[in-house]
């Protein structure tokens, strides 16, 4: 195993200690342990392509435990009322919907190389400052108004790369 793909099972791993300090309302635990994950996550990209070590498993690994965490973040910040629960469907059901659309477009035989795309960047980027704001919020170091706001681009953003990624699909399944 490489150490590009070492660093991603290491994030992955990180996601119950997440939820445990999160659940237990231990946030500053919470917070680094997110940020721990966020730093595992930019490292094991930058080392893959530095070193060359990109692998098959990495490509398969990195982005799920991207989802793992960010799917866990907000179902137990949902579950806790910590954010809204509207906010927790878009965020989850847009997953579960691309994840179904990658299967079906697999089973249906076609050859798709998933690539994230700028969208899905920014979609991703705005998730995780939205988490790490309610994480903060709950310090008292972010302002509950501001929440608001975060939450609006977070939905947007979601939902348009949601709908894009379903364009992309449907121009796979009908070329």
Not at 148 to 153: A, E, G, R, S, V
Request: net charge positive; charged share 10%.
């Amino acid at each position: 195993m490489n150490l590009p793909n070492f660093l991603t099972l290491t994030r992955i791993l990180l996601v119950p200690f997440f939820v445990m300090a999160v659940v237990y309302r231990y946030f500053p635990y919470a917070i680094g342990v997110f940020f721990a994950a966020g730093i595992t996550d930019g490292l094991d990209g930058l080392l893959a392509r530095s070193l060359r070590q990109k692998t098959k498993l990495g490509a398969i690994l990195d982005p799920l435990a991207d989802k793992l965490l960010l799917t866990s973040a907000y179902i137990t910040l949902g579950v806790l009322h910590l954010i809204p629960f509207w906010l927790t469907l878009v965020v989850v059901s847009r997953d579960v919907i691309i994840a179904l659309g990658i299967l079906v477009i697999l089973i249906l035989g076609f050859n798709y190389e998933i690539r994230p795309r700028m969208v899905s960047k920014a979609t991703t980027l705005f998730q995780i400052i939205t988490v790490l704001a309610v994480l903060c919020a709950q310090l008292g170091h972010v302002k509950s108004r501001y929440l608001l706001i975060l939450y609006l681009l977070t939905a947007f953003l979601t939902i348009t790369s949601g709908l894009y990624y379903m364009y992309l699909g449907m121009e796979i399944v009908n070329t």
